[in-house]
Structures are given as C-alpha cells and as structure tokens.
C-alpha cells in the first residue's frame, strides 16, 4: 500500500482509516463468526474439558429450546416486529404438556398443546397483523397476561409425570436419534426446515418485503396482515416444539419456567444478525448466535464463575455485536449521524 | 472574479463505496458572493459531493480548502464551525420545538446552571426570521410550518455562524412557485454578503435563473464548468448527458384497441366526485392537475387500496369492484406509485427480488422459488428498460432514482398488465432517465398497453399523453385531446377556471 502511494494520496493518515475501515468491515461482516471462533479458543485455552466432544453436545442439547424458540422469534423480527411472550408461552405450553400427559396420553397432549399454543399466537398475529397495534406492546402484555392464565390453569401447583420410565414421551428431551441427542436432532432439523422456508418460498419472500418496507409490500399486492399473522403463527409453534423437549427432558415443569428466556431468545437473534428494524436476518445466523450465548454461559462455569456472571457478559457480547454491525453499516465506531 | 479567493475549493477529490467509484477526481470552487449551481444525473455523485463538503463523509483522496486554508472536516458540526453549511433536501428540524429553539439547536443561549436563557434566544432567532424576511416569530412551533417556512429555519440555521458557504440541495423541490421567488431573494441575499452558494437543482429553468456559473459531473467525473450567462441548455444538457434531448409535444398517436378501463360517476368522498374517463389499449391517458387535485386518490382507488363511495370502475366493459391491489393485480391492473422508495421499493432487497414481489407466488416450482424462471424476468427486463446495475444481487437502495424507478417500471410491466397506472413517472430523477422514461411509455402504448400516466409536470403531460384529463379540487374540469390542448387553456382548467363543468 505504502510502496504504491499516488502523489496526492500520499498522507499516511489517510490510508491508516482507510484500511482501518476495510479490516473493520470484514470483521463486522463476519464479527459473529469471528466472536465464535475467539470464545471457543479461550474457553479452550483455560478449560481442557471445554472443547470435549460431550461436552460440546451437552451445550447444543441446553442450547436447542432456546435455540428452537429463536428460530420462530426471528421470523417475527425479519417481518418487522417483535414477540416478547415467548416466555411465558413456554411455561403455559409445557405446563399444558406435562399435565395433559397422563390424562390423555403423550400424543393427543402433544396435539392439544400445541393448539392450544398455536391460539395464544393467533391472539398475538390479530392485535399486530390486523389490528396493526405496536408488537412490542402487544407481546410484553401478552408475556404477562399468558403468565397469569399458566397460574390459573394450574392453581399454582407444579406439575409432574407420574410415570416418568415408561412414556414414550422421553424420546424428546432425554432419547437419541442415530446416536445424537433428541433435543439437537429437533433443534438443528426445525432451524434448517425454517431457513429453506425464508430463504426459497414465496411465504419467506414475502416476510422480508413486509419488514423491509410494508408499505411497499401492500403496493406489491401483499396481504401485509396475513403474513404478520402466521409469522406469529410460526413463532408460537417454535414455542410449542421447545416446550415438548423441555416438558420431556424435566419430566414436570414449573409455572414460572419459561420467566426470562424472551430476553435469551432475542439476545441469540440479535448475536446473529438479524436487525430488529426487519426485512433481513437469517436463520442459520440465529442458530450461531444461539450457540455462542450457550457457549458463554457453559464456559464461564467451567471457568468456575459463577452462573450470575454469564448474564453480565451476555451484556457485553450484545453490545458489542449490535454496535459493530452499525459501525459496519456507516463505516466508522463513533458518528454524530445515524 | 477569478482572482478572488475562492470562498469554498476542493482538489481532486475521490470516494469510493464498496463497489462504486462514486467521485472520481473532482475539482469544484466557488467564489464569495457567487452562486455556483452543480448539475448532473442522479447517481452522477453531486450528493456524495455534498456530503463530503459538509463533513458527512470522508474523501479518500483529495483536499479541501476554506478560503485557501486547507481543511479536514470530520463531522458535521466542524464543517460548520469552519463556515460550510448544507441545506438538506429532507429537512431535519424538530418538529415539536420552537423555530428559535432549531435555529439555534447545540447551541442554545445558557444562562447560569446550564439554563436556557429564552430571552436572548428568541431575541437573536427572532433577528435572523426577520432579516429572512418571514411572517412567522421565533417562538413558532416547527410542526406547525409549511414546508418552504421549514426551509427558512434550515437557511436561518445557517446564518447563525459565520457562513463563508451554504449548499442548497435541491431547495425547491417541495416549494410553490410564489414560496420559490422568496427563496431566491434570500439568496440573492446572501450573494450580496458575500457568502457563496452552492445550489443542486435538476430544473434547468431555475440554474438559469439563479446561477451565476454551473459546473457538471457525470459518472462521478467532474465534466466542466461553464458561466451561465453564455451557455444555454442544450449545451448543459449534453455535458450531462452526453447527448441532446427532445422535449417535443406528442403527435404520433398509436393505433386505439377497445376500451380497457372506464370509470363512471367515480367518488370517493371526500377527495374526488363524478368522475369520468375512459382508457383505450393503446393510448396513453394523462391527469394533469395540482397536488391535493385527486389525481394519486383515483389510482388508488383503481388499484384497490382505496373503495369508492360510489360509481362504477368497469374492465373491459365488465364492472368490476377492485377489493385490494392484489385483487387489481389478478385483474391486470399495475400501479407504479408516487413515491419509489416509500410505495414502490423495499430498499434493502436486492433488484431481482423487488421486480418479481408482485408474482412471487406464481413463480414456483413446488413449494419452491424457482430461481431460473425469476432470475430470466430480471434479465428480460434488465434489457428491455436498461437498467444499469451491477447485478441482480445489487441493493435497490443503492442505485440511483432513475435505475431505481426503472426497476419499479419493470416490476409492473413483468406482471404483463392490462392496464398500466403510472404515478409520476419521473419524480425526483435526472433528464436522461427521464426521457428514456417517457420514450418508454410511449413505447408501451405502441405496443397496446391502456396506460394512464398522472403528472405535475406539464412538458410531460403534453409529451407523453393522447388525451389529458385536467382536474382540479377533486372534480374533472376538462378533457383534452392533445390536438386541442395549449399551455394556456390547460393551466387554466386545473386552476378551476374555464372548464366545461366549471360547478
């Protein structure tokens, strides 16, 4: 760079910020993937148990409800809005779950759940989709008044399995598929049935226009609220899958179980990309960003901090995430305009 | 004059976008107390240039001089501290503050513990309004402005340093003729002061008016720069575009099919009445009127975003009610809207996806895109509209209005319509596109479409059109053919004098 100088071009400080801003866009554009790679180096270098292949599955298995929830959730935010009540409608759908199951055996529980799960999205779909009310006020009301019907259906009680050996029910939480852990194979199997949905259907086409510029979307003949709709559709039926694996895996659940994994499931969106003004993101991303807040959270404990830490350099991590992909976007860390 | 100290001059300056050489060298200067108007297409790299003067983006090469004092601008708030101030196209005020209080935002009189000192403020602000000749007082509240008084807190803002140059981009593109004379006194003003004005316009009439040099850039490139007073337009307009234009009156009419669309006894109250007017294949329809004239409501209407209170809209002699625009859509109706980037295009999706959004769902195989059959469209029309983009991947957003306008065109004339809305064909975008636009239409009528073309621009109403619908405060005031329509008897029916059903 320095031996080719142009006559004109010849002042080092022009050429320090333009390659400082070249190598910083290459690291934004990969800066998740490169966040990734240093994470797992250092959680290597300092725990030789870390990078063990069981114990690398023992993080996907714990990453994959959150994982799936985030899967669902980052539909809603590439079509423009937010669904903050995943939460509470894990702990209604494997409350739900758990409890139908011995009254009416694990199939017909599955199915009821699920409908049941599918409805409370529908409730969210109506009020954003149709009623264009704002998602963000929408969802939070949702993440309380959902908490509040989980306590009613239950009356405060936990629910349990009784017989917890000899329910095919296991399969999901606690069995393997071809070796590999249930709870991976559905994880891993939804986020790829999710992305070639968004990135070769019309469905998923049309979500990105509707983020991207709704107006545009309706002057294309897009029918705005409808896919509004079924992308909380969509979201409530990732809820519900996470809550069959976390209903199986505990065998029982506690009304309050999902209370703060609306953050987690945004925190993993947001690590991976997608931009919560809508119309882009990615799935696949979602499953990375997934993958490093479980990769945090498991290497911290091997680190022998403990588990409250992780929540502080979670922190760090989104900032850090959300901040240079802006950077990226206007090509500098600091600017006095957007 | 040119052995005056140069209030403003730039050296050679060179940015790059990733992908896009958007300046290219460019050297441009202006004089104290001169207005220096820059010209060029859209995408020729006029508001990268502003943007690099006013200390938005960085040059990678090239050097600016205040007043033959090299300088570095890295943030707005130097380049005005330094005298170099930009009048945005979009204007940035807060809306729900005073006039005084924009005027003098980031830099408010304190008083002791950091408290506005409101009295010097309005005192000072109220000083600039007047100087700028307004009617309105400092304590005004923003929201509560028409646009062009907007733009004088903007040119206000810009007195409150010691202005050594003042960009305007675009200033008039949302102002009223009368609005339009109070803004050049201001700038004749200003000349006066000896401050120098650098002012962006794509209207011809108006550089010619107010400028004293013009300077031209074209692909990023600096093209020169001519002293108005001895060039004409047609010198301009091939230094811009490399070639002439004709800007003649439509007089080839197409061969007429049968009528395609028809509306009888229209209304959608309150924002048109009674109206009637038919389209043949073939022809092209033009609305001409002023804005708020209803025109933009009665293509909403037609393409189902709006329902009409009553009157009939018949297809083929057909009546048909149009529920939703993807309901127009399946009867053949395509609407290029008003505005491109709020209506027209999702501008973070990529050319190809944006041109085939309206039949994504017809264009599978399976449950599947199929990618083959939508990246053909594109490259069909690629061709046909010649659009110039890197690529089909290439971001909307990224390329320029009149690219950025064709990919809209194309996007509704791969739907193969029947009859073709287009509102405001050439909003915004540079004489070169522009004539390839309206070439285009015409083109379009040849080949059979019903077309319907709705303008604010007379020369392109008149250019483009068989027939025109004059239109004023929601009524249609008189049709014409283009045999019988004059300037005259045009402007006169749009301004509700002398139509035939003058009620």
Avoid at chain 1, 229 to 235: A, E, G, H
Wanted: hydrophobic share 45%.
């Amino acid at each position: 760079m320095v031996a080719e100088t142009k006559p004109e071009a010849g002042r080092p400080a022009r050429i320090r910020r333009r390659t400082g801003s070249n190598a910083m866009s290459v690291f934004a554009k990969q800066g998740i993937l490169i966040a990734f790679a240093l994470f797992i180096v250092g959680f290597a270098i300092f725990s030789d148990r870390f990078l063990s292949a069981e114990n690398l599955m023992t993080v996907i298995r714990q990453s994959a409800i959150i994982g799936v929830m985030a899967i669902g959730v980052t539909v809603v935010v590439i079509g423009g809005n937010l669904d903050l009540s995943v939460g509470s409608m894990l702990s209604f759908s494997t409350v739900l779950v758990v409890d139908l199951h011995d009254q009416m055996g694990p199939g017909l529980a599955i199915l009821v759940m699920l409908a049941a799960t599918l409805c409370l999205g529908a409730v969210n779909g109506l009020l954003v989709g149709y009623a264009r009310l704002n998602s963000l006020i929408v969802t939070l009301g949702m993440l309380s008044a959902i908490q509040g019907l989980v306590l009613i259906y239950s009356g405060g009680q936990n629910v349990d399995i009784v017989n917890q050996e000899s329910t095919w029910f296991a399969i999901f939480g606690r069995g393997y598929v071809f070796g590999i852990a249930t709870p991976i194979v559905i994880f891993l199997v939804f986020a790829l049935l999710v992305h070639v949905l968004m990135s070769s259907t019309a469905f998923g086409r049309r979500v990105y226009a509707v983020g991207g510029n709704p107006t545009a979307a309706v002057f294309s003949g897009i029918r705005r609220s409808r896919v509004v709709f079924t992308t909380y559709l969509i979201s409530a039926f990732a809820t519900g899958c996470a809550a069959v694996i976390l209903g199986s895996r505990v065998m029982g659940s506690q009304n309050n179980v999902g209370q703060g994994y609306e953050l987690l499931v945004l925190a993993g969106v947001i690590l991976g990309g997608t931009s919560l003004l809508g119309g882009s993101g990615n799935v696949l991303k979602t499953v990375v960003g997934v993958l490093i807040l479980g990769f945090i959270q498991n290497g911290l404990l091997l680190m022998g901090f403990a588990y409250y830490v992780q929540w502080l350099v979670t922190w760090i991590v989104i900032i850090l995430a959300v901040w240079l992909d802006v950077a990226a976007k206007r090509g500098r860390l600091f600017s006095p305009i957007a | 004059m040119t052995d005056q100290t140069p209030a403003l001059r730039l050296d050679g300056i060179v940015k790059t976008f990733p992908g896009v050489r958007a300046l290219d060298g460019v050297s441009f200067e202006v004089l104290p107390g001169e207005c220096h108007a820059l010209l060029g297409e859209n995408g020729a790299g006029k508001s990268t240039l502003m943007k690099v003067l006013a200390g938005m983006h960085q040059p990678d090469e090239g050097r600016i001089f205040i007043e033959e004092q090299e300088v570095v601008l890295p943030t707005p708030l130097d380049a005005k501290a330094k005298g170099v101030v930009l009048i945005h196209q979009e204007l940035s005020l807060a809306e729900e503050m005073t006039a005084a209080e924009n005027i003098f935002l980031g830099e408010l009189p304190r008083k002791r513990f950091g408290m506005v000192d409101w009295k010097t403020l309005f005192a000072r602000a109220g000083e600039i309004l007047k100087k700028l000749n307004c009617d309105f007082g400092p304590e005004t509240k923003v929201s509560r402005l028409s646009i062009a008084k907007k733009q004088m807190v903007e040119i206000a803002r810009a007195l409150t340093v010691d202005a050594k140059a003042v960009i305007f981009d675009e200033p008039t593109a949302s102002l009223t003729d009368a609005e339009k004379v109070v803004l050049f006194d201001i700038i004749r003003d200003l000349k006066a002061d000896g401050v120098g004005i650098v002012y962006i316009s794509h209207r011809m009439d108006e550089i010619f008016t107010i400028s004293d040099r013009l300077s031209v850039l074209r692909d990023g490139a600096y093209r020169g720069t001519l002293v108005t007073a001895e060039t004409d337009e047609d010198e301009v307009t091939r230094l811009m575009i490399g070639r002439s234009l004709d800007y003649s009156r439509n007089v080839q009419h197409a061969e007429l099919g049968d009528i395609a669309l028809e509306a009888r006894n229209l209304s959608c109250d309150p924002l048109f009445r009674d109206v009637n007017f038919h389209v043949r294949q073939g022809e092209v329809l033009g609305f001409y009127g002023l804005v708020g004239a209803g025109r933009t409501e009665i293509a909403e209407t037609l393409f189902g975003l709006r329902h009409p209170s009553s009157g009939q809209i018949l297809l083929d002699r057909e009546e048909v009610h149009v529920a939703s625009p993807a309901d127009a859509i399946a009867r053949g109706i395509s609407l290029v809207p008003e505005s491109r980037k709020e209506q027209g295009l999702v501008l973070g999706m990529n050319c190809r996806d944006n041109m085939t959004l309206p039949q994504i769902g017809d264009l599978t195989a399976g449950p599947f895109v199929a990618n083959g059959a939508e990246i053909a469209i594109y490259d069909q029309y690629r061709d046909r509209l010649e659009i110039k983009a890197p690529s089909w991947r290439s971001i909307v957003g990224n390329l320029s209005g009149g690219n950025q306008q064709k990919i809209v065109i194309g996007k509704w004339l791969a739907m193969k319509p029947r009859v073709l809305i287009v509102d405001e064909p050439t909003r915004g975008i540079d004489v070169g596109s522009k004539s390839e636009i309206h070439n285009l239409i015409r083109e379009l009528a040849r080949s059979g479409y019903a077309i319907i073309v709705i303008s604010s621009e007379m020369p392109e109403v008149l250019h483009v059109s068989d027939r025109i619908v004059a239109m004023y405060q929601g009524r249609v005031m008189r049709e014409f053919t283009s045999d019988e329509v004059t300037e005259d008897n045009l402007v006169q029916a749009i301004s509700g004098i002398g139509g035939e059903r003058a009620a």
